[in-house]
């Protein structure tokens, strides 16, 4: 299937909503309709790209469960948290080492994320690290379209305890 690159991210600085939510219980689209109406309004962004980010509480994949929750975010990547608008929070994630997998087909398709964790994940040399989890929506992100394209950020920790470049 597709073979990620691996990637050092350097810190973001994100602007967004966030809420709690499960897979059975998905509000996302409450999250970024409610993130929507601010976007343009938003000084300093970095791109015109949107971060969709999950974090997941400790051994979430471990022992997955659809009804626990995690918490989701919608947001935009600016370059500092000078011009925070009203009734938006900012998130700093943090640098660290991602399995980066260009994806392209629908958000509903979760085919992706059962080969990332039940097939690349195994048997690469890296461990899942818990960190949080994003997909930035380019240019050629379309909701549901099968011809949507995103990049899939997985935090990863390198088996032997090095961590790459």
């Known amino acids: 299937m597709i073979e990620p690159r691996i990637e050092r991210l350097k810190t973001k600085y994100l602007v967004g909503h966030c809420l709690a939510m499960s897979v059975v219980q998905n509000k996302t689209a409450e999250l970024w309709g409610g993130?929507?109406?601010?976007i343009k309004k938003?000084?300093?962004?970095?791109?015109?790209?949107?971060?969709?980010l999950q974090v997941y509480p400790s051994?979430?994949?471990?022992?997955?469960d659809p009804q626990r929750t995690f918490v989701k975010w919608a947001t935009v990547e600016v370059n500092n948290?000078?011009?925070v608008l009203e009734g938006l929070q900012s998130f700093e994630l943090t640098g660290g080492l991602y399995a980066v997998?260009?994806?392209?087909g629908s958000s509903r398709d979760t085919t992706i994320f059962h080969?990332?964790?039940?097939?690349?994940?195994?048997?690469?040399?890296y461990?899942?690290?818990?960190r949080p989890h994003f997909e930035v929506l380019g240019v050629n992100y379309r909701n549901n379209d099968?011809?949507?394209e995103e990049e899939i950020w997985i935090p990863i920790k390198d088996k032997d305890g090095i961590q790459e470049k």
């Open 35 to 38: 993130l929507a109406p601010h």
């Open 42 to 52: 938003i000084k300093n962004r970095v791109s015109e790209d949107k971060i969709s």
């Open 59 to 64: 051994g979430y994949h471990q022992q997955f």
């Open 81 to 83: 948290f000078e011009h």
């Open 101 to 104: 997998f260009d994806y392209k």
């Open 115 to 125: 080969y990332i964790f039940s097939e690349w994940l195994p048997n690469s040399n």
């Open 127 to 130: 461990w899942l690290d818990d």
């Open 146 to 148: 099968p011809n949507s």
